[in-house]
């Protein structure tokens, strides 16, 4: 049985750092990303990584401030959240699935149950 369970989130002020972690279980998985979903807002995307780390992608919101990666070894995905900001407070989703590298929901098969991240001003 796939899952995903997600860890690392919290209150932070803003300015400072969060690291997300996200642990497979089950299967391994091409690409691995981080969608989030702010209250009353639509769920979006965050960043994504492809199987050998070598290929990222990012939300313009985010890019510069938080870094995605993986190690495969233990089949956990990162999140480096650096410099938040009150307006990456929502609830942080980890995504799996095994098309080509992307930021579109229907690209991923798996879902976790999020985490929340609050960032206080």
């Known amino acids: 049985q796939v899952q995903l369970v997600e860890s690392g989130g919290g209150l932070v002020q803003a300015g400072g750092s969060l690291r997300l972690s996200c642990a497979a279980s089950?299967?391994?998985?091409?690409?691995m990303g981080w969608f989030r979903q702010a209250p009353g807002k639509e769920r979006e995307f965050v960043a994504t990584?492809?199987?050998?780390?070598?290929?990222?992608y990012y939300a313009d919101s985010v890019k510069g401030r938080f870094t995605i990666s993986r190690d495969n070894a233990k089949n956990t995905v990162y999140l480096q959240m650096n410099s938040l900001k009150p307006e990456d407070t929502a609830v942080y989703y980890c995504?799996?699935?095994?098309?080509?590298?992307?930021?579109?929901?229907?690209?991923?098969?798996?879902w976790g149950q999020g985490t929340q991240v609050t960032v206080s001003s």
């Open positions: 990584v492809s199987w050998s780390g070598g290929s990222t």
């Open positions: 995504a799996a699935g095994d098309s080509v590298i992307g930021s579109l929901e229907y690209e991923y098969d798996y």
């Open positions: 089950g299967r391994t998985f091409y690409n």
